[in-house]
């Protein structure tokens, strides 16, 4: 069984910056010959806004003849307590009718086993949203039924950056409330695997069994803009393959992807009142 995550293609027709990417990044995955594609999000540079960029790049991820699935990004449904952009009903509405489910458990069956691969909206964490609690309801529900098959999580925001018990790091990570309570279902049913993105960083850490991978963005890298975290600033996605009990993890470069910068281009992409780090 062959995974291949993608993540943070910040895909748009009237923003087109990052869009030469796409077709080297749609090329490969088809050479690649996957069951599953999972996009962690930011697939768009502004559905939260612009509805036509949920179009569009809906319209991309089918074109792939690839199963796939998706969870979003806050550039796709907005971030919990946004002063401009927050997740509500609405955006998540959006969300549903163009990329479908906004979290999601698929067992897969293979000759040796059978794994638990479950999709988390991480952009409800600490929303106090009623599709919050919701989320944690069945997750408890879901953890608790995988009947003893290995489990991945995928979801868009990386549960820390450098410990479990960090402080709040802002904008970068699943705050520490949420993230207390996430980490106590991956100790509790000891996962396998937690995916994320955001970062536009590549990265992995095994923490007590756990690993932990940050997929490579394929649109483009931040240069100054980001404070000092782990990983390395790449693009490309991660090829998992699932044997049995055991997962491979293979951070990959993608041929043909070029390296746009977002700190040249911010002032197109994202222009804001104040170009912060948090309003990215
Ligand atoms: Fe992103
Ligand atoms: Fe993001």
Request: hydrophobic content about 45%; cysteine-free; aromatic content about 8%.
């Amino acid at each position: 069984m062959r995974i291949i995550q993608i993540t943070d293609t910040h895909l748009s027709r009237g923003k087109a910056h990052f869009a030469d990417n796409w077709a080297p990044l749609a090329r490969w995955i088809a050479g690649q010959r996957p069951d599953l594609v999972i996009h962690t999000g930011d697939i768009t540079v502004d559905g939260a806004e612009v509805d036509d960029d949920m179009v569009y790049a809906a319209g991309l991820l089918r074109d792939l003849g690839v199963r796939w699935r998706a969870v979003p990004g806050n550039h796709d449904v907005g971030d919990a307590a946004h002063s401009r952009q927050p997740v509500n009903g609405e955006r998540l509405a959006r969300w549903h009718l163009h990329f479908g489910a906004d979290r999601w458990v698929e067992d897969v069956d293979q000759n040796a086993g059978s794994w638990r691969i479950v999709g988390l909206d991480a952009m409800l964490l600490d929303s106090g949203l009623p599709e919050e609690a919701a989320q944690d309801a069945w997750l408890d529900l879901v953890m608790a039924q995988a009947a003893g098959r290995p489990i991945a999580w995928f979801l868009h925001k990386p549960l820390f950056l450098n410990s479990p018990e960090e402080a709040d790091t802002g904008y970068w990570a699943v705050k520490p409330q949420p993230r207390a309570r996430l980490m106590a279902l991956v100790r509790r049913y000891r996962v396998s695997l937690v995916a994320s993105g955001h970062l536009h960083k590549a990265h992995e850490v095994v923490s007590e069994g756990t690993r932990f991978v940050w997929a490579p963005a394929s649109s483009f890298l931040v240069g100054d803009m980001q404070p000092a975290i782990p990983g390395e600033k790449r693009l490309g996605a991660v090829l998992y393959e699932l044997d049995g009990p055991t997962i491979a993890a293979e951070i990959v470069d993608v041929p043909g992807l070029r390296e746009h910068w977002l700190d040249n281009v911010i002032h197109e992409v994202y222009p804001r009142p104040s170009s912060s780090v948090g309003s990215r």
